[in-house]
């Protein structure tokens, strides 16, 4: 099996930028297992994978809003 580097993983810092967070905050998810963001450990690296981060903000969207009319 060859393992090949995934060019769509990126630090906790993109991460954070992506939600609008503090990249301490991704820490305190992580922690506290708040929300169901996956996440990678490569030694004391954490990483995630951008799909991963955008499927994450998709699934928080309400399905009760009011469409606009342009």
Same mark, same amino acid.
């Given at each position: 099996?060859?393992?090949?580097?995934?060019?769509?993983?990126?630090?906790?810092?993109?991460?954070?930028?992506?939600?609008?967070?503090?990249?301490?905050?991704?820490?305190?998810?992580?922690?506290?297992?708040?929300?169901?963001?996956?996440? *990678?450990?490569? #030694?004391?690296?954490?990483?995630? /994978?951008?799909?991963?981060?955008?499927?994450?903000?998709?699934?928080? *969207?309400?399905? #009760?809003?009011?469409?606009?009319? /342009?």
């Amino acid at each position: 099996m060859t393992l090949t580097p995934s060019t769509n993983l990126i630090d906790e810092t993109e991460a954070a930028k992506i939600l609008c967070v503090a990249p301490g905050t991704l820490r305190q998810w992580r922690h506290h297992k708040r929300y169901p963001l996956p996440y *990678r450990k490569i #030694g004391r690296l954490v990483k995630y /994978d951008r799909a991963e981060v955008e499927a994450f903000i998709a699934s928080g *969207r309400q399905s #009760g809003q009011v469409p606009v009319d /342009d």
